[in-house]
Structure formats: structure tokens, C-alpha cells
């Protein structure tokens, strides 16, 4: 797709939305412009396996319950370099922006959301239904939710949905419940790797709001918003979970409420302190080289490794460790040449349970969507042999996969107990992590 400006109420019919095995590929995000002038919902992607859309704006949808881009029924689709701006819809259900339900699967990266009204009627994203999205270096930004319609800001995360945030901005957003991310029932995890949550206005229930079995990993991420809570557990129904690491959190663990309904496991290499954002007019959330985030993410390089550039497209890791937020400072006054060779956008997460007596599960999350299924899991004892192997194409490997082992050979026979190593292998490169078997 060429320069063009797409207008719905110029009577023009665009006809490949919705369609299987299409991609929709524009000349640019300043380029190619598709603008419903409030008339309709700009996209639905239903029952739809394979589809992308990549390189455009998508401006002024208004609908009943999805303005701009709704998902659902078993879709995977990928968005990559898109602009939602200024979506909304007329009443009180669902979301402005994205939505995406049963079953879904999609993959955003770089995509950002902004809207410039003074008040929207609902969220800017909703994730429910066994849904998994990944997020990538995108930004949802200034959408501030009317109370009388709506009462979350950002992202609203229902009923066994696990999105995966990474190098994600998450700024300015307004809901008088929750200004940033509300979960009811995740049911497993939630993941903000490498974020950047900031100045989300003051609300009543956190900027993170947890309810009814929810939970939520945080690993070095910034969250320093206007409410004295920043993570908020409800105090009924099942109990929540908050796993916080190398994170700056403005008022640090006593900035999270679980109302004795719930567990905090508080990691190594929190701080609180100010982040010292370059600032201006635009505002940017980008380091300066004082920041106490700079070098201060997690340590462990080999087993935490992000895509290989941070939000505003510069190497994500600099100077040999990573820089907590979205952003990673890139100042070269004493800084060593960026070390890339480590960065296979992968995260391998340490099983759970360990040890383990039954069967325990293996979690790890790419960036790398469109190779996975050239990925191999494989278990070994100490001694080197192969005990199991798992690979992409058989057990579906995607952006969030769980490997669930029970402690049995290729044979199905139990093996005995003790210490195996599990590692994770693509395009040469290989992340090893160890675990300990119980009888």
C-alpha cells in the first residue's frame, strides 16, 4: 500500500480486512493513514490464524463496544508498527483501542496507542478469555477514561489472559479505579519485563490492581505513578501474587497493599529512588546518564535477553548490563562499545516448582515469533545424557510457552532423583538452567 489517506466516509470500500493468510503492509505509520472520521470500527480480525498488518495509523474509530482493532475466536494476528490514535467508543463496553478474546494469541510490536480527547469512555486495551498477547516496544499513552463510563485507565486483563509486556510504556493514563493495569482471575502470570509505568494519574485501587487469583512478575521495570499505592491486592475472593525484580518502585515495598490477601516475593535489586528522565517538552521517559536505573537491571544477561533494541530503537543493552525501564541510556562518555552477541530475544524463567517431587513447569518467552519453531528444549542429567527433549514444531512452541515435565524419560519411564539441567537451544545459542528432582 502506497501514500494514501483512507477515508470511511468518503464511500472508499477497503476489502481485505478479515481475510486468511493476508498481510496489509502500508508505506509508513506518517504514510498511510486509514481514518473512520468516527463513523465505525476501523478493523475485526475474527477466526482469522494468519494475518498481519504492519506500517500504518489507524485514526477515529467509533463503536458501541471497540473502537479500533477487535480480535477474538482463535486469532493470532501480528501488528507491527502501527498507530492507534484518538479511537473510542459510545457507551460503556469495551475498549477504544484493542480488544482481544478466546483464544487469541496476537503479537504487538511497536505499536502505540495516544489519544489526545480529554476523556474517553473506556480503556485502552482489554486482554480477556484465554488470551496471551505479546507486547513489544510499544506505548499506551494519555488515554483518561470518563468515571461515569469506565473506570480503568490503560489495560484491563480478564478471565485466564497472561500478555506479556516487554520494553513497554505505560504513562498518563487515567482511570478512577485503576489508572494503569487491572487483573481479575489471570489464573498464571502476568509479565512486565523491562517497562516503563509512569505518571498514571492518582486512583483508588493502584496502579497495578490485582483481583481474584491474579498475578503478576515484574522484572526491571519502573513504576512511579501518582497514587501512594502502586500495587493493590483485593482483600476477597482468591489470594494474588506480585514477584518484584531489580524494579524502581516509588515507595518501595510499602507502596504495595496486599489487604492480607496474598503474597509479595520481593527479589534482589529493588530500589527507590528518582529515575532522573531526560524530560522536556515532549516529554521523554528516556535516562539520563545520572539515572540510578542505568547498569542496575538484573545481572543475569545470559538468561534474561530482551529484543535487541530498547523502545526508542537504540541496542538494549549497553555497556554490558541493562538499564531498568523501557529505555536504555545510550550516553558514550565512558561507555564501552554495546555488547549485542548475548541478545537472542529469549527469556528462559527458572522452573516451578524447584525442587520438585511430581511434575514441574518450564516457562520461556521470545521475542523471536516468527522462528520459534526452530527452538529446542532439552532435559539432561549430569552426566550429559539426553533424558528428554522437547522441539517447537511438535509441542507448538509460540511466544509464551510452558513445558510441563513429569519427570519421565523419552521411554515415559521416572527417572531417578536428583539434579538435571534443562537448556534452551536456537540458531546456536543456548541458555542453561538447572533443577532438582525429589522422590
Known amino acids: 500500500m502506497k501514500d494514501f489517506t483512507h477515508h470511511l466516509t468518503t464511500g472508499e470500500f477497503f476489502a481485505l480486512g478479515g481475510k486468511e493468510h493476508i498481510s496489509i503492509i502500508g508505506a509508513g505509520k506518517e504514510l498511510t493513514i486509514l481514518d473512520a472520521e468516527q463513523t465505525g470500527r476501523l478493523y475485526t480480525i475474527k477466526n482469522i490464524s494468519e494475518f498481519r498488518l504492519e506500517n500504518m ?47 487469541c494469541n496476537p503479537v504487538y510490536e511497536n505499536v502505540t496507542i495516544s489519544t489526545s480527547y480529554q476523556q474517553v469512555n473506556e480503556k485502552a486495551i ?136 496474598g503474597t509479595v516475593y520481593w527479589g534482589e535489586g529493588n530500589i527507590d529512588e528518582a529515575p532522573l528522565f531526560v524530560g522536556g517538552d515532549p516529554y521523554s521517559y528516556k535516562l539520563t546518564k545520572y539515572s540510578p536505573c542505568v547498569d542496575k537491571g538484573t545481572p543475569d544477561t545470559t538468561g534474561l535477553n530482551l529484543p535487541a533494541t530498547d523502545l526508542a530503537g537504540n541496542p538494549r543493552i549497553f555497556n554490558g548490563r541493562i538499564d531498568i525501564g523501557a529505555y536504555e541510556c545510550q550516553d558514550t562518555i565512558g561507555v564501552d562499545i554495546p555488547d549485542t552477541t548475548f541478545i537472542n530475544n529469549l527469556y528462559l524463567f527458572q522452573n516451578t516448582p524447584n525442587p520438585f517431587s511430581n511434575e514441574t513447569e518450564i516457562l520461556f518467552i521470545t521475542a523471536d515469533y516468527e522462528r520459534v519453531e526452530d527452538y529446542s528444549l532439552s532435559i539432561y542429567n549430569t552426566k550429559g545424557q539426553l533424558v528428554r527433549s522437547f522441539d517447537g514444531t511438535t509441542h507448538e512452541f509460540w511466544v509464551k510457552t510452558k513445558i510441563v515435565w513429569d519427570g519421565t524419560d523419552e521411554q515415559g519411564k521416572q527417572v531417578a532423583p536428583g539434579t538435571y539441567l534443562y537448556k534452551l537451544e536456537y540458531n546456536g545459542n543456548a541458555i542453561v538452567r538447572k533443577m532438582v528432582l525429589l522422590r
Open 57 to 103: 495509523t489507524l485514526q477515529h474509530g467509533y463503536d458501541t463496544t471497540v473502537g479500533g482493532i477487535g480480535i477474538s475466536n482463535n486469532s493470532n494476528p501480528i501488528l507491527r508498527n502501527i498507530n492507534l490514535i484518538d479511537n473510542n467508543i459510545s457507551g460503556d463496553l469495551i475498549t477504544t483501542h484493542l480488544y482481544c478474546a478466546e483464544y
Open 126 to 261: 482489554t486482554s480477556e478469555w484465554y488470551s496471551n498477547p505479546i507486547f513489544i516496544n510499544c506505548s499506551v499513552v494519555g488515554n483518561k477514561t470518563n468515571p461515569q463510563t469506565g473506570h480503568i485507565g490503560a489495560i484491563d486483563i480478564g478471565t485466564y489472559a497472561n500478555p506479556v509486556f516487554l520494553n513497554t510504556l505505560i504513562a498518563d493514563n487515567y482511570g478512577d479505579i485503576c489508572s494503569g493495569i487491572s487483573s481479575i482471575y489471570s489464573g498464571d502470570e502476568i509479565y512486565a519485563i523491562n517497562c516503563t509505568i509512569v505518571d498514571n494519574d492518582n486512583c483508588s485501587e493502584g496502579t497495578i490492581r490485582l483481583v481474584y487469583n491474579s498475578h503478576i512478575t515484574l522484572i526491571n521495570t519502573i513504576l512511579r505513578n501518582e497514587p501512594a499505592t502502586e500495587i493493590w491486592f483485593h482483600p476477597q475472593h482468591e489470594p494474588n501474587s506480585a514477584t518484584i525484580e531489580y524494579c524502581n518502585i516509588e515507595g518501595g515495598i510499602d507502596a504495595i497493599n496486599t489487604n492480607n490477601n
